[in-house]
DNA sequence: GGCCACTTCTTGAACCTTCAATAAAAGCCC
DNA sequence: GGGCTTTTATTGAAGGTTCAAGAAGTGGCC
């Protein structure tokens, strides 16, 4: 294993902090979410997504391209909240393929309900430990992060493929 | 909502980048291992934590908490690790309800064997794209976020209880 | 129009995680 | 030692995610 291929000192130690703590904060609000609102965290960013759109409405594969999951996994989590009445879905009157998936009053009550609760967690976990500045390096971080992995091109990725 | 309770533009906008950005990578990172190494992130960090002890073994519990996993959930792991032959369990001598997790031969080579592919996606993915700066700075943050969620005091967020 | 490739969304099976319950041993206290 | 609480690890069921496959509609091309 040449240099190339390993981590230095600071990027292993860097690596495992930030898995440590993603992982805790994933355990973590995925608890609180459980608990107060009866949805895992990824459900309740549908909700939540949805709830900032106009009409409070979007499209399968948007919404899907949005909170970053694939549409199988959409499927399955509108499936669920449909059961429970959170959302709805209509099709779509431009392409008869496409299906709109609707926040109902139900769910924006259940967002409502629960919004300040879930904040409060990201707020404690997160915001209330950093720095203003700390906070504007985090962002840019993962923006960065978030861009290269947005679409992976085979040359940028060459051992992908 | 007062201002109490809601995040700035600002924090909105780097909270959604984080998350983001962490969905991405987990799932880039889960697939290129499921690919090549058939197993899912989760376990090749087992395996990789377990190769860096001393006779690269560890107690269920000390694993789990190393990396901030439950104990059931690293039950059902060390279980199927057990089935591909790359992890084994010893009683543990002291304790008798203690096992020893352990590293086998076979595991280990799976680790080597698989450990460039993975360093380079998790390098491309993130110390590529970071300046040596940036990449000192999400640690600190790593280090902060996790320190808070590590035994959340119930003084410190009273909501949570 | 007819064909073909692509897009949209869903489905079911396999696998993974969570949660609550359990068994067994250890540690404490008298 | 006997009783009690705590710790360690596992289990099974319920729910979530992934993957591959498939149904149905769209759009381009001739």
């Known amino acids: ?16 902090a930030f898995l440590h703590a993603t992982m805790l904060l994933e355990d973590h609000l995925d608890r609180q979410l459980q608990r107060d609102a009866g949805m895992p965290h990824m459900y309740y960013a549908l909700l939540s997504t949805l709830s900032e759109t106009p009409g409070r409405r979007m499209r399968m ?10 549409r199988s996994r959409l499927s399955h989590a509108v ?19 496409g299906q709109v998936c609707v926040l109902t009053e139900a769910g924006h009550a259940e967002l409502v309900r629960t919004a300040p609760g879930h904040v409060a967690a990201v707020r404690s976990a997160i915001f209330d430990r950093l720095t203003a500045e700390q906070t504007r390096q985090l962002g840019d971080i993962s923006r960065v992060i978030a861009e290269g992995l947005h679409q992976p091109e085979g040359a940028d990725v060459p051992w992908l493929r």
């Not at 594969?61 to 694939?70: D, G, N």
């Open 1 to 16: 294993m040449n240099a190339m291929t390993w981590l230095t000192e600071e990027e292993q130690a860097t690596w495992r």
């Open 61 to 70: 594969t948007e919404l899907a391209e949005q909170v970053k999951i694939t």
């Open 79 to 97: 499936a669920r909240l449909e059961g429970n009445g959170w959302v709805r879905r209509e099709n779509c009157p431009t392409d008869r393929r």
